[in-house]
C-alpha cells in the first residue's frame, strides 16, 4: 500500500492507500462520519461509515478535533458531487498530533485577528490557493526567463544606495557604517546585464512607506529584468509577453485554485491576449481631464489610485502608460530625446483596480548627467562611483522593469488586499507574526 498525496488520488481510484493529513471539519451522525481533509495540496473528503470499520476507529472519527494530526488509510472513490472529484472511504486512523481548541473556527473572524494568527489562518482554503498561485507565478518567472536567455543575479539587501529615492529608507547599522536594506536590485541588476547581457533579480525588497493601502507592503518581493543593448520598445513587449505568460501558466497549471477563489478565468483569458495598449502619460491627463471625473489632475502630478484604475478600465487589458515626467521620476531614467521635461519610461497598470503592477525604463547611459542627477537627487556620490563605472566602461543602450510580485498575484487571483499576496506581511504598525 502507497502513501500518496491528495492531489495524486485521481491516480489511485478503487486503491487502497494512506495519506496523512489534518482534519478541517467534520459533520457526523449516528452511522456515518464525514471528514474534511487537507494534507498542503488540495482538501476533500474522508468517508468513515460505522459498519464497515473498528469501533474504536469510528469512536475516534467522531471525537478528533479541528486540525488534528493523522494517517489515513482506505480506498479511494470517484466524488462526482465535490468540486476536488474525489474522495477516501476511510478504514483506519491513525492519530498523530491532537488538536484543542484551534482558534480559527469555521464561523467568520475579523481581519485583525486572522492576521494575529496568520501562522494558522495560512491552513485555510482561500490561503493556500492564493500560495498555489503566488508559487506557480514563481516558477513560471524563473521559467520565462530562461527561456529568453536571462540568467538570475542576485542582488544584496544591504545596501549603501537609494534608487527609488531617500525618503521610504529603511536604515540600519552595518558595523561602523550605514547601510539600507534593498529598495530594488535594479543598480546591481544594470551592472549584472553589462557582465552577462540579460539578468533578472528575484528578492525581497523594503520600503519604509507610512501607506496603509491594499496596494502596499514594506516587505515586497521584486523581480527585475535587465537588459544591455536594449531600448525600451523592446522592453516593452518583452514585458507584455511576461506578463501573458504568467497568466496563460497561472490558467493552465492552477484551475483547482482559481476554482476554490471563485476567480472568473474568461476574464483573465482576456489577459493573453498581445498586444498591451500604450499611451503616453501626456494623453492620459488628457483622458483623464476629459473624463470629468477627475476635475483636479493636472500635468507633472503622478497618478493615484482612482487615476490608474480608471485609466486600466478604460482599455479592459493592462495598459502601459509612457513618458512621464522627469520630475517625478527617479534619477537612472534615461531623458526623453526631444523633451526635456520627460524621461523614457512606462508604468504598466493592471484593470480591475489593481493599479500600477510594473515600474520601468530606460537607462540614462552618460556618466556626466547621470552624475548630476544623482547629486540632485540628494544623494552622495561617492556611493555611486561603482554605478557611474558602468558608463564609463563600454555603455550601452539598456533598459530593464521591475515587477511587483505581490501586485501581480494579488491581481490574477483577484484579492481585495495585498496582504492575502505573501505569506507573513509586513505592514504598517504590523510585525507579528
Ligand atoms: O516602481 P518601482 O518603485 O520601481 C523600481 O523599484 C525600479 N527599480 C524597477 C526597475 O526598473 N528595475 O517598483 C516596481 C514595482 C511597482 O510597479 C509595484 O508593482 C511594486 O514594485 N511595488 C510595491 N509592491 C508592494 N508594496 C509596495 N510598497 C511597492 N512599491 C512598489
Ligand atoms: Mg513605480
Not at 518583452?238 to 504568467?246: G, P
Amino acid at each position: 500500500m502507497e502513501t500518496i498525496s491528495i492531489i495524486n488520488a485521481k491516480d489511485y481510484v478503487d486503491q487502497k492507500v494512506r495519506i496523512g493529513v489534518w482534519l478541517t471539519n467534520k459533520r457526523s451522525s449516528g452511522k456515518i462520519a464525514f471528514l474534511q481533509l487537507r494534507d498542503g495540496t488540495a482538501y476533500f473528503q474522508g468517508v468513515v461509515v460505522k459498519n464497515n470499520v473498528s469501533e474504536d476507529v469510528f469512536k475516534l472519527a467522531k471525537e478528533v478535533k479541528q486540525e488534528a494530526s493523522m494517517y489515513v488509510t482506505g480506498t479511494i472513490h470517484e466524488d462526482k458531487r465535490s468540486p476536488f472529484g474525489y474522495e477516501i472511504e476511510i478504514e483506519d486512523i491513525e492519530l498523530v498530533g491532537q488538536s484543542e481548541d484551534y482558534p480559527i473556527t469555521p464561523k467568520e473572524h475579523g481581519t485583525d485577528f486572522l492576521m494575529d494568527h496568520r501562522h494558522l489562518w495560512l491552513r485555510s482554503k482561500r490561503q493556500f490557493a492564493i500560495m498555489q498561485i503566488r508559487n506557480e507565478m514563481i516558477r513560471a518567472t524563473y521559467e520565462f526567463f530562461n527561456k529568453e536567455g536571462f540568467i538570475k543575479l542576485d542582488a544584496p539587501i544591504l545596501t549603501g544606495s537609494a534608487p527609488e529615492g531617500t525618503t521610504e529608507l529603511f536604515h540600519t547599522e552595518y558595523f561602523d557604517k550605514d547601510a539600507y536594506l534593498s529598495q530594488s536590485g535594479q543598480l546591481y541588476a544594470e551592472a549584472g546585464a553589462m557582465a552577462y547581457g540579460k539578468v533578472f533579480t528575484f528578492g525581497p525588497t523594503f520600503r519604509a512607506e507610512k501607506s496603509k493601502t491594499r496596494r502596499h507592503l514594506i516587505e515586497f518581493w521584486m523581480i527585475e529584468p535587465e537588459m544591455a543593448f536594449m531600448h525600451q520598445e523592446q522592453s516593452l513587449e518583452i514585458q507584455e509577453r511576461y506578463i501573458a505568460y504568467l497568466v496563460q501558466k497561472v490558467l493552465e497549471n492552477c484551475d483547482y485554485e482559481l476554482d476554490i477563489l471563485g476567480r472568473d478565468k474568461e476574464v483573465l483569458k482576456r489577459y493573453t491576449e498581445l498586444p498591451y495598449p500604450r499611451i503616453s502619460y501626456d494623453d492620459a491627463i488628457k483622458l483623464l481631464q476629459e473624463s470629468g471625473k477627475f476635475p483636479d489632475v493636472k500635468w507633472g502630478e503622478d497618478f493615484g489610485s482612482p487615476e490608474e484604475t480608471y485609466l486600466a478600465e478604460h482599455f479592459s487589458k493592462p495598459v502601459f502608460v509612457l513618458n512621464y515626467p522627469k520630475a517625478i521620476k527617479p534619477f537612472y531614467m534615461k531623458p526623453h530625446p526631444t523633451r526635456e521635461d520627460l524621461v523614457v519610461c512606462a508604468d504598466l497598470l493592471a484593470p480591475e483596480g489593481y493599479g500600477e503592477i510594473i515600474g520601468g525604463s530606460e537607462r540614462a547611459t552618460d556618466s556626466e548627467y547621470l552624475a548630476e542627477q544623482i547629486t540632485k537627487a540628494g544623494l552622495n556620490k561617492d556611493d555611486y562611483e561603482w554605478y557611474l563605472d558602468l558608463r564609463r566602461y563600454g555603455s550601452v543602450p539598456h533598459s530593464g522593469f521591475g515587477l511587483g510580485l505581490e501586485r501581480a498575484v494579488t491581481w490574477i487571483t483577484g484579492e481585495d488586499h495585498i496582504r492575502e499576496a505573501i505569506p507573513f506581511p509586513r505592514l504598517l504598525n504590523r510585525i507579528y507574526p
